[in-house]
């Protein structure tokens, strides 16, 4: 990677932190970390909190599909190099194993094609201790659609302005 790339993934892993980290309240909520950001690639976790759990204490199920969602759209904008707004057209996500108790899940997504104004992803969601695969996610997204793009804000602050 030369000096220009590696300048441009850190102002990438910079605005995604910003934007899946700390400022976002439903991420805020959830603890949701951005571990690695790369060319259409993109890793996040989350560690179990109370709030999270199901009724056995594992991660609740909808909490996962909302990671794999999360991160899917942060391998597409990863490989877009920009966040313009995007929409989920279709989301599958296959649950393999329960979350076990107590137990912290990360999630690997890649972007594999743009075509047009349609993005392709597909990625897991492993347990933190063992990497057990918990679940699989694969899904198209519409790239461009109408609003703001998600990181408007957040340039305005890095800008100063």
Not at 33 to 44: D, H, L, N, P, S
Not at 73 to 101: C, Q
Not at 143 to 158: H, N, Q, R, W, Y
């Amino acid at each position: 990677m030369n000096k220009q790339d590696t300048l441009a993934a850190d102002h990438n892993m910079t605005i995604a932190e910003t934007f899946f980290g700390a400022t976002h309240p439903l991420f805020n909520a959830f603890g949701v970390q951005v571990e690695e950001i790369g060319k259409g690639r993109a890793v996040m976790s989350l560690a179990c909190r109370p709030a999270l759990c199901n009724r056995v204490g594992g991660v609740h199920r909808g909490v996962v599909v909302t990671l794999l969602d999360t991160n899917c759209g942060l391998a597409i904008f990863s490989r877009l190099g920009d966040m313009r707004p995007i929409a989920t057209i279709d989301l599958r996500v296959d649950f393999i194993e329960e979350v076990p108790s107590g137990e912290g899940v990360f999630s690997e997504v890649e972007c594999y094609a743009v075509q047009g104004d349609i993005a392709y992803v597909r990625g897991r969601a492993c347990a933190f201790s063992d990497n057990t695969l918990l679940a699989s996610v694969s899904g198209s997204f519409a790239v461009g659609t109408l609003g703001p793009a998600f990181d408007s804000d957040i340039k305005k602050e890095l800008r100063n302005e």
